[in-house]
Nanobody, 118 residues
Framework: QVQLLESGGGLAQAGGSLRLSCAASGTIFGIHVMGWYRQAPGKQRESVAS???????NYADSVKGRFTISRDNAKNTVLLQMNSLKPEDTAVYYC????????????WGQGTQVTVSS
């Protein structure tokens, strides 16, 4: 069973930076995708950024050029560096792990609050 533990959320001013970290317990192998989603009050959860087991990355248009996702395979950790933060980035951020092959699975972290003040 995989568990995801997020850290690094908090309060930042507009234009500031925060870094989120997600540590996965257990052994992760095979083809998989780790990513970050966010959900603002009254809105649907949306994908922010993802990184595959081969290192390919994908970003939502709203964060391109500001956010960077990376991973430390040795530590089973994925990081989200958030720069040039905007008030509209305020949301609960969730870490996600999708196992694709040879086993499948979909896991979520508990979420971490990010609040950006103007």
């Amino acid at each position: 069973q995989v568990q995801l533990l997020e850290s690094g959320g908090g309060l930042a001013q507009a234009g500031g930076s925060l870094r989120l970290s997600c540590a996965a317990s257990g052994t992760i192998f095979g083809i998989h995708v780790m990513g970050w989603y966010r959900q603002a009050p009254g809105k649907q959860r949306e994908s922010v950024a993802s990184i595959t087991s081969s290192g390919s990355t994908n970003y939502a248009d709203s964060v391109k050029g500001r956010f960077t996702i990376s991973r430390d395979n040795a530590k089973n950790t994925v990081l989200l560096q958030m720069n040039s933060l905007k008030p509209e980035d305020t949301a609960v951020y969730y870490c996600n792990l999708k196992l694709i092959s040879p086993v499948t699975g979909n896991y979520w972290g508990q979420g971490t609050q990010v609040t950006v003040s103007s």
